[in-house]
Protein backbone atom coordinates (compact mmCIF):
# COMPACT_ATOMS: atom_id res chain seq x y z
CA UNK A 1 0.00 0.00 0.00
CA UNK A 2 0.88 3.53 -0.60
CA UNK A 3 1.61 5.56 2.69
CA UNK A 4 1.32 9.59 2.67
CA UNK A 5 3.17 11.44 4.99
CA UNK A 6 1.73 14.93 5.33
CA UNK A 7 4.18 17.59 7.48
CA UNK A 8 3.93 19.35 9.61
CA UNK A 9 1.28 18.12 11.39
CA UNK A 10 0.00 21.08 13.41
CA UNK A 11 0.95 24.68 12.03
CA UNK A 12 0.46 27.72 14.25
CA UNK A 13 0.02 30.75 11.88
CA UNK A 14 -1.32 34.44 11.84
CA UNK A 15 -4.47 35.76 9.30
CA UNK A 16 -2.19 36.71 6.01
CA UNK A 17 0.86 34.53 6.73
CA UNK A 18 1.78 32.37 3.67
CA UNK A 19 1.02 28.45 4.84
CA UNK A 20 2.47 25.52 2.99
CA UNK A 21 1.86 22.21 3.62
CA UNK A 22 3.62 18.94 2.26
CA UNK A 23 2.12 15.66 1.59
CA UNK A 24 4.89 12.61 0.61
CA UNK A 25 3.96 9.55 -1.07
CA UNK A 26 6.36 6.14 -0.21
CA UNK A 27 5.89 5.19 -3.60
CA UNK A 28 4.96 7.68 -7.08
CA UNK A 29 1.47 8.48 -7.57
CA UNK A 30 1.82 10.57 -10.53
CA UNK A 31 -0.65 13.34 -10.42
CA UNK A 32 -3.52 11.57 -8.50
CA UNK A 33 -3.43 13.26 -5.62
CA UNK A 34 -6.67 15.53 -3.86
CA UNK A 35 -6.93 18.28 -1.13
CA UNK A 36 -9.41 18.62 1.24
CA UNK A 37 -10.47 21.16 4.02
CA UNK A 38 -12.12 19.49 7.24
CA UNK A 39 -14.22 22.04 9.79
CA UNK A 40 -14.75 20.79 13.55
CA UNK A 41 -17.90 18.32 13.37
CA UNK A 42 -18.00 18.59 9.66
CA UNK A 43 -17.58 16.54 6.54
CA UNK A 44 -14.26 17.15 4.49
CA UNK A 45 -14.69 19.73 1.46
CA UNK A 46 -12.69 19.35 -1.68
CA UNK A 47 -9.86 21.77 -2.36
CA UNK A 48 -7.86 20.49 -5.34
CA UNK A 49 -7.78 17.50 -7.39
CA UNK A 50 -4.85 15.97 -9.67
CA UNK A 51 -2.40 17.88 -8.03
CA UNK A 52 -3.23 21.20 -9.19
CA UNK A 53 -7.06 21.92 -10.58
CA UNK A 54 -9.18 23.76 -8.43
CA UNK A 55 -12.30 22.25 -6.93
CA UNK A 56 -15.58 24.45 -7.88
CA UNK A 57 -15.90 27.61 -6.02
CA UNK A 58 -12.58 27.06 -3.84
CA UNK A 59 -10.82 30.63 -3.80
CA UNK A 60 -7.63 31.17 -6.03
CA UNK A 61 -5.28 31.72 -2.45
CA UNK A 62 -5.48 27.79 -2.62
CA UNK A 63 -2.93 26.20 -5.07
CA UNK A 64 -1.26 23.04 -5.24
CA UNK A 65 1.43 21.46 -6.97
CA UNK A 66 3.65 18.89 -7.46
CA UNK A 67 4.22 15.16 -8.76
CA UNK A 68 5.30 11.36 -8.27
CA UNK A 69 6.46 11.57 -4.48
CA UNK A 70 6.01 15.01 -3.26
CA UNK A 71 3.22 17.56 -3.60
CA UNK A 72 2.27 20.63 -1.91
CA UNK A 73 -0.60 22.97 -1.16
CA UNK A 74 -0.25 26.77 -0.71
CA UNK A 75 -2.64 28.96 0.97
CA UNK A 76 -1.11 32.52 -0.51
CA UNK A 77 -2.38 34.44 2.20
CA UNK A 78 -4.41 32.91 5.08
CA UNK A 79 -7.80 34.21 5.76
CA UNK A 80 -9.82 33.97 9.12
CA UNK A 81 -12.20 30.90 7.63
CA UNK A 82 -8.96 28.88 6.67
CA UNK A 83 -8.14 27.44 10.07
CA UNK A 84 -9.04 23.78 9.61
CA UNK A 85 -7.71 20.74 9.61
CA UNK A 86 -5.81 19.96 5.28
CA UNK A 87 -6.10 15.99 4.41
CA UNK A 88 -4.08 14.75 1.28
CA UNK A 89 -5.92 11.45 -0.33
CA UNK A 90 -3.90 9.77 -3.26
CA UNK A 91 -5.99 7.92 -5.89
CA UNK A 92 -3.54 6.20 -7.86
CA UNK A 93 -3.99 2.71 -7.15
CA UNK A 94 -6.89 0.37 -5.74
CA UNK A 95 -6.31 0.96 -2.52
CA UNK A 96 -6.39 4.61 -2.00
CA UNK A 97 -5.16 6.41 0.91
CA UNK A 98 -5.30 9.81 3.09
CA UNK A 99 -2.88 11.28 4.82
CA UNK A 100 -2.99 11.94 8.62
CA UNK A 101 -3.82 15.35 8.59
CA UNK A 102 -2.69 18.67 8.82
CA UNK A 103 -4.07 21.00 11.33
CA UNK A 104 -3.52 25.07 10.80
CA UNK A 105 -4.26 26.80 13.77
CA UNK A 106 -4.38 30.31 15.21
CA UNK A 107 -0.89 31.72 16.46
CA UNK B 1 -26.55 20.41 -6.74
CA UNK B 2 -26.29 17.43 -5.50
CA UNK B 3 -26.99 16.82 -1.73
CA UNK B 4 -26.15 13.64 -0.11
CA UNK B 5 -28.20 12.44 2.78
CA UNK B 6 -27.51 10.00 5.12
CA UNK B 7 -28.97 8.10 8.29
CA UNK B 8 -28.55 4.54 10.38
CA UNK B 9 -28.40 2.85 13.50
CA UNK B 10 -25.78 4.99 15.78
CA UNK B 11 -24.75 2.39 18.47
CA UNK B 12 -24.36 -1.06 17.96
CA UNK B 13 -22.93 -4.15 20.66
CA UNK B 14 -19.74 -6.19 19.54
CA UNK B 15 -20.78 -8.83 16.56
CA UNK B 16 -23.47 -6.75 15.51
CA UNK B 17 -24.03 -5.63 11.87
CA UNK B 18 -23.99 -1.79 11.16
CA UNK B 19 -25.89 -0.49 8.38
CA UNK B 20 -26.20 2.80 6.96
CA UNK B 21 -28.06 4.35 3.55
CA UNK B 22 -27.04 7.53 1.81
CA UNK B 23 -29.64 9.41 -0.39
CA UNK B 24 -28.80 11.61 -3.02
CA UNK B 25 -30.79 14.67 -4.14
CA UNK B 26 -29.92 16.55 -7.21
CA UNK B 27 -27.22 15.58 -10.04
CA UNK B 28 -26.95 12.78 -11.88
CA UNK B 29 -26.90 9.31 -10.06
CA UNK B 30 -25.82 7.18 -12.63
CA UNK B 31 -22.98 9.22 -13.82
CA UNK B 32 -21.19 8.91 -10.39
CA UNK B 33 -19.28 6.34 -8.17
CA UNK B 34 -20.69 6.56 -4.43
CA UNK B 35 -18.50 5.64 -1.70
CA UNK B 36 -18.44 5.18 1.65
CA UNK B 37 -15.76 6.89 4.09
CA UNK B 38 -14.86 6.26 7.54
CA UNK B 39 -12.87 8.30 10.39
CA UNK B 40 -11.67 7.51 13.65
CA UNK B 41 -8.93 9.33 15.58
CA UNK B 42 -6.92 5.68 15.68
CA UNK B 43 -6.65 5.60 12.03
CA UNK B 44 -8.02 8.63 10.37
CA UNK B 45 -9.96 8.85 7.02
CA UNK B 46 -10.56 5.21 5.84
CA UNK B 47 -12.24 4.33 2.40
CA UNK B 48 -14.20 1.66 2.78
CA UNK B 49 -15.76 0.66 -0.57
CA UNK B 50 -17.43 2.30 -3.57
CA UNK B 51 -20.50 1.62 -5.83
CA UNK B 52 -21.81 2.74 -9.17
CA UNK B 53 -25.44 2.56 -10.98
CA UNK B 54 -24.51 -0.55 -12.61
CA UNK B 55 -23.49 -2.24 -9.23
CA UNK B 56 -19.63 -2.06 -9.87
CA UNK B 57 -17.96 -2.75 -6.88
CA UNK B 58 -14.33 -1.78 -5.24
CA UNK B 59 -13.54 -2.52 -1.95
CA UNK B 60 -10.67 -1.64 0.49
CA UNK B 61 -9.03 -5.01 0.49
CA UNK B 62 -8.70 -4.66 4.07
CA UNK B 63 -12.44 -4.22 4.65
CA UNK B 64 -13.62 -6.77 2.16
CA UNK B 65 -14.23 -9.82 3.93
CA UNK B 66 -16.50 -7.74 6.28
CA UNK B 67 -18.26 -5.30 4.19
CA UNK B 68 -20.73 -4.76 1.56
CA UNK B 69 -22.29 -2.33 -0.50
CA UNK B 70 -25.17 -2.22 -2.09
CA UNK B 71 -27.36 0.27 -4.77
CA UNK B 72 -30.87 1.28 -5.06
CA UNK B 73 -31.00 3.01 -8.79
CA UNK B 74 -34.96 3.53 -8.01
CA UNK B 75 -34.67 5.74 -5.15
CA UNK B 76 -31.16 6.74 -5.56
CA UNK B 77 -29.47 5.48 -2.67
CA UNK B 78 -26.48 3.13 -1.97
CA UNK B 79 -25.85 1.25 1.51
CA UNK B 80 -23.46 -0.03 3.53
CA UNK B 81 -22.90 -3.29 5.82
CA UNK B 82 -20.08 -4.10 7.84
CA UNK B 83 -20.47 -7.29 9.85
CA UNK B 84 -19.12 -8.49 12.85
CA UNK B 85 -18.62 -4.67 14.08
CA UNK B 86 -16.06 -4.48 17.12
CA UNK B 87 -14.60 -1.36 18.79
CA UNK B 88 -12.20 -1.07 16.24
CA UNK B 89 -15.43 -0.11 13.74
CA UNK B 90 -16.07 2.94 16.06
CA UNK B 91 -15.49 6.30 13.62
CA UNK B 92 -17.94 8.45 11.89
CA UNK B 93 -19.33 7.57 8.41
CA UNK B 94 -19.20 9.24 5.61
CA UNK B 95 -21.32 9.15 2.22
CA UNK B 96 -19.25 10.44 -1.08
CA UNK B 97 -19.81 10.88 -4.81
CA UNK B 98 -16.84 10.74 -6.98
CA UNK B 99 -17.01 11.43 -10.82
CA UNK B 100 -14.76 8.37 -11.77
CA UNK B 101 -13.77 5.10 -9.81
CA UNK B 102 -11.25 5.42 -7.63
CA UNK B 103 -11.42 8.87 -7.57
CA UNK B 104 -11.46 12.18 -5.60
CA UNK B 105 -14.32 12.95 -3.47
CA UNK B 106 -16.28 16.39 -4.69
CA UNK B 107 -19.23 15.77 -2.52
CA UNK B 108 -19.95 14.53 1.05
CA UNK B 109 -22.78 13.37 2.98
CA UNK B 110 -23.11 14.92 6.83
CA UNK B 111 -21.69 12.02 8.08
CA UNK B 112 -23.39 9.53 10.98
CA UNK B 113 -21.06 8.55 14.38
CA UNK B 114 -21.20 5.01 15.51
CA UNK B 115 -20.21 3.40 18.26
CA UNK B 116 -19.82 -0.10 18.86
CA UNK B 117 -19.64 -1.13 22.77
CA UNK B 118 -20.60 -3.88 24.96
Known amino acids: DIQLTQSPSTLSVSVGDRVTITCRAS??????LAWYQQKPGKAPQLLIY???TLGGGVPSRFSGSGSGTDFTLTISSLQPDDFATYYC?????????FGLGTKVEIK | QVHLEQWGAGLLKPSETLSLTCAVY????????WSWIRQSPGKGLEWIAE???????NYNPSLKSRVSISVDTFKNQFSLNVHSVTAADSAVYYCARSRLDLSYFDSWGQGNRVTVSS
Open chain 2, 51 to 57: INHHGRT
Open chain 2, 26 to 33: GGSFSDHF
Open chain 1, 27 to 32: QSISKW
Open chain 1, 50 to 52: KTS
Open chain 1, 89 to 97: HQYNTRSPR
